[in-house]
Each structure stands twice: as structure tokens, then as C-alpha cells.
């Protein structure tokens, strides 16, 4: 079992849906949690940055994790054709950092 | 957030010639530096991490006589791609700890190389 698990998609949705992106992983011991944003050709982008359970929100995105079930979750409201990249997962426990396969997404006008 | 810088962006060279590529940190002190490569289409793989004043720490499977790393100062670490070849060509990004203290790192914007 791979210790961060993310579906590569491809997720293709209309514009102004609202879309999930999801991670699972193994350790427990994980305390930070992040997602990057990556567009083709291009370095990662960080977009949110969680410490331990819970939720944050900036603008369009929001962050959520749940620590006792191991899941994360990164929520785009009204998504637009810009936020089209591949959405990397990212997880960190003393500096020794993990990151999911990424989700290429596909935001359609 | 933290910028790091990444030069050349794109590089083609010949087989069996070298190939620097530079990773800078431009508004802070990067004491490590990371070093990843990442295939079409996948995630990226770590393969050393880069500390200033001391050796590199490969990841398993890496050749550290194939990718030299140097980070001789607070803010420049080099991968320097030995004797290249056509396998060897791939995207290359680095990445530096935030200088605040958070368990994140910032990336540089990659380099994509090719060999012929």
C-alpha cells in the first residue's frame, strides 16, 4: 500500500461546479497537510497549508482533513478554466514530506 | 510565500556531456534544499536532499556520481547531470524548506532537459 494515495483522474467538470479532490494515507503520524497546484510545464504551486485536523478556507478553495478516518480533501467553488492543473496532495511529519500521485483536473468553459 | 528560482529553464544537450542547473532561493536563507524529478504524467520523486556545508543525502536507487549536488551557499544549490543520456532526460525541480519555520517547502519553477 502506498503511503499517500490520490486518483490521477483525469477530472473534467463544466465551469462553476464545484469540485473535490481527495488523498488517503497510511501514517498517522502525518501532522501537516498541504495541496500544490501544478500547471503543465511549471513548478508546484502551494495553495493551502493544514496543520493536524480540520478545515481552512481561502477564497474559492477550501482545505479540509480528518485526521481519524486519514482522508483530505481540497474543495474548488465555482471553478473556473484557470484552475485546470494537476492538484498534488502533500503530507509532512518532521520535515520528512509525502506527496500523492496528483489529480489532473479539466475545468471546460 | 517563498520565491525560489530555477535556471536554466529548458536545456538540450548532447549524450555523454554535463548539465548544470541551478536552484537559487531569492528572499531568504535555504539552509535545505530539495531536489525532485518528475516523468510525464507523474508525481514527483525526491531524489536527494541538499544541505548547505555538507554532503547530499541521495534517496535509494539514485546515483550520486550521476547527479552531483553542490549547495555551497545559504541561497545556490547545483545538480549538476553527469554524462547524460537520452534516459536522463526528464523535468527537474527543487525546492527549498519555508523559512518560517513550517513543515512546507516552495518549488522552483523546473527544468526541463533533454538529451539527444
Known amino acids: 500500500q502506498k503511503e499517500v494515495e490520490q486518483d490521477p483522474g483525469p477530472l473534467s467538470v463544466p465551469e462553476g461546479a464545484i469540485v473535490s479532490l481527495n488523498c488517503t494515507y497510511s501514517?498517522?503520524?502525518?501532522?501537516?497537510f498541504m495541496w500544490y497546484r501544478q500547471y503543465s510545464r511549471k513548478g508546484p504551486e502551494l495553495l493551502m497549508y493544514t496543520y493536524s485536523s480540520g478545515n481552512k478556507e481561502d477564497g474559492r478553495f477550501t482545505a479540509q482533513v480528518d485526521k481519524s478516518s486519514k482522508y483530505i480533501s481540497l474543495f474548488i467553488r465555482d471553478s473556473q478554466p484557470s484552475d485546470s492543473a494537476t492538484y498534488l496532495c502533500?503530507?509532512?511529519?518532521?520535515?520528512?514530506?509525502?506527496f500523492g500521485a496528483g489529480t489532473r483536473l479539466t475545468v471546460k468553459p | 510565500g517563498a520565491v525560489v528560482s530555477q535556471h536554466p529553464s529548458r536545456v538540450i544537450c548532447k549524450s555523454g556531456t554535463s548539465v548544470k542547473i541551478e536552484c537559487r532561493s531569492l528572499d531568504f536563507q535555504a539552509t535545505t534544499m530539495f531536489w525532485y524529478r518528475q516523468f510525464p504524467k507523474k508525481s514527483l520523486m525526491l531524489m536527494a536532499t541538499?544541505?548547505?556545508?555538507?554532503?547530499?543525502?541521495?534517496e535509494q536507487g539514485v546515483e550520486k556520481d550521476k547527479f552531483l549536488i553542490n549547495h555551497a551557499s545559504l541561497t545556490l544549490s547545483t545538480l549538476t547531470v553527469t554524462s547524460a543520456h537520452p534516459e536522463d532526460s526528464s523535468f527537474y525541480i527543487c525546492?527549498?524548506?519555508?523559512?518560517?519555520?513550517?513543515?512546507?517547502?516552495?518549488f522552483g519553477p523546473g527544468t526541463r532537459l533533454l538529451v539527444l
Open positions: 502533500a503530507m509532512s511529519e518532521q520535515n520528512d514530506m509525502r
Open positions: 525546492s527549498a524548506r519555508d523559512p518560517g519555520g513550517q513543515e512546507t517547502q516552495y
Open positions: 501514517n498517522s503520524a502525518f501532522q501537516y
Open positions: 541538499s544541505n548547505e556545508g555538507s554532503k547530499a543525502t541521495y
